[in-house]
């Protein structure tokens, strides 16, 4: 089966823009989460959004926002991007029972 | 979630076991020990998990002792493949959430 698709794989932005990241989940899976890695922190856990809720947040400001849509697909959005965003951005899928599908990431730069 | 201790690197000769050891000393009864690895610059990748009994499937064995404080991921036969960054990672199970809360993890160095 498909895995989890994360578009674009690489992006590069300037400070002050919006970005928009999306995130296809392996099919049947309702319960798809966003990270965040950076070398300082290390992954961060972003939110989850589940049967297009969101079902828990992590510790970012208000400029991280996500939305999940009918079909599970799942885009977070950055507003006013700082350098300190720069990073690869991790989504994850799961059923929420056992094990979590990652996808390869998007890695954004902000310049 | 119960926090979890981590070396910071080992190294494992190819062919030979390699054992990373997780100490969670503050589990719950209700929590799950969960391993994940990632090769450099990919997602993370599901290893293994289990709540207090031994479990074993095709990549690895999870060994939890009976206290439930620490355990040990055992890859038998590591091969340079394996050389990643493996988190030990403690969470609730049943269906609500999944986040999951990732320490620095151990840097696995496979050696040929």
């Known amino acids: 089966k498909a895995g989890v698709t994360q578009t674009p794989r690489y992006l590069i932005k300037t400070r002050g823009q919006q970005v928009t990241l999306s995130c296809s989940p392996i099919?049947?899976?309702?319960?798809v989460s966003w990270y965040q890695q950076t070398p300082g922190q290390g992954l961060q856990f972003l939110f989850e959004?589940?049967?297009?809720?969101?079902?828990n947040k992590g510790n970012f400001p208000g400029r991280f926002s996500g939305r999940q849509f009918s079909n599970s697909r799942s885009e977070m959005n950055v507003s006013t991007l700082e350098l300190g965003d720069s990073a690869l951005y991790l989504c994850?899928?799961?059923?929420?029972?056992?094990?979590?599908?990652f996808g390869q990431g998007t890695r954004l730069t902000v310049v | 979630d119960a926090k979890t201790t981590q070396p910071t690197s080992m190294d494992c000769a190819e062919g030979r076991a390699a054992n990373l050891p997780c100490n969670h000393s503050?589990?719950?009864?209700?929590?799950?020990v969960y391993w994940y690895r990632q090769i450099h610059s990919q997602g993370p990748q599901y290893i293994i998990h289990?709540?207090?009994n031994n479990e074993t499937n095709e990549m690895a064995s999870l060994i939890i002792t009976e206290d439930r404080k620490s355990s040990t991921l055992i890859l038998p036969h590591a091969t340079l493949r394996d050389t990643a960054v493996y988190y030990c990672?403690?969470?609730?199970?049943?269906?609500?959430?999944?986040?999951?809360?990732f320490g620095k993890g151990t840097k696995l160095s496979v050696i040929p």
């Open positions: 503050t589990i719950s009864g209700n929590e799950y």
């Open positions: 099919s049947g899976h309702r319960s």
């Open positions: 959004y589940f049967s297009e809720t969101q079902r």
């Open positions: 289990g709540l207090k």
């Open positions: 990672i403690v969470r609730v199970g049943g269906a609500g959430s999944y986040q999951l809360t």
């Open positions: 994850a899928s799961t059923t929420g029972l056992d094990e979590a599908f």
